[in-house]
């Protein structure tokens, strides 16, 4: 915790947080090349509004969450993707809406799929890739694609499809049906 204070203000020492206090002295030093991570007043004050929408924020997701479980899970292309799933207590905190693709049942890969989702104007992401795949790690480690082969796996087949709180059902319907459409074209 004591690393982490020090890299968070340009890697400033731990004393340089009292300096300002009564008890405290203007002199400090450069432990380490920091980051400036510490956080703005207004990003705090947008952030403490936005906690006391928590709840309500949280429950406008859950119930697009179950929207696309619903929708999708009825569709003719149910098949073709896993759904994400909700944690046994109910306590997923919906951030994304991840879904699986079966590549193995698709006749193309997952980055075709988003490409005509996109070509249909619905914007998807992949949140997660593996960090074994990222050049900073490979130079550093040495890691290659193979090091984590179920981790690259994975990686290949998931799509984050749209999911904000001011969404609406009508938001979710046309993301379904677009992904409907993508993957019944390219069905094996």
């Not at 203000?9 to 009292?18: F, M, Q, T, V």
């Not at 994400?84 to 306590?91: F, H, I, L, R």
């Not at 890969?109 to 890739?129: A, M, N, P, Y």
């Amino acid at each position: 915790a004591d690393r982490a204070r020090i890299m968070s203000l340009h890697g400033i020492s731990r004393d340089a947080w009292e300096r300002y206090a009564a008890s405290g002295s203007w002199y400090y030093e450069i432990e380490d090349a920091g980051y400036k991570y510490n956080m703005t007043d207004i990003a705090a004050a947008l952030g403490l509004v936005q906690l006391e929408r928590a709840d309500e924020l949280l429950q406008s997701r859950r119930g697009l969450v179950d929207s696309y479980t619903k929708r999708l899970r009825e569709s003719s292309v149910g098949d073709l993707i896993e759904l994400p799933a909700d944690e046994p207590d109910g306590s997923h905190a919906w951030h994304l809406y991840i879904v699986r693709l079966n590549v193995d049942k698709l006749k193309v890969d997952r980055g075709r799929v988003i490409h005509e989702l996109k070509q249909l104007g619905i914007g998807t992401s992949v949140h997660f890739i593996p960090l074994h795949l990222h050049p900073y790690y490979r130079r550093h480690w040495g890691y290659t694609a193979g090091d984590f082969p179920v981790a690259t796996e994975e990686y290949e087949r998931v799509v984050s499809l749209p999911l904000w709180p001011g969404m609406s059902v009508a938001d979710v319907e046309r993301v379904a049906s677009a992904l409907e459409t993508v993957l019944g074209s390219v069905r094996r």
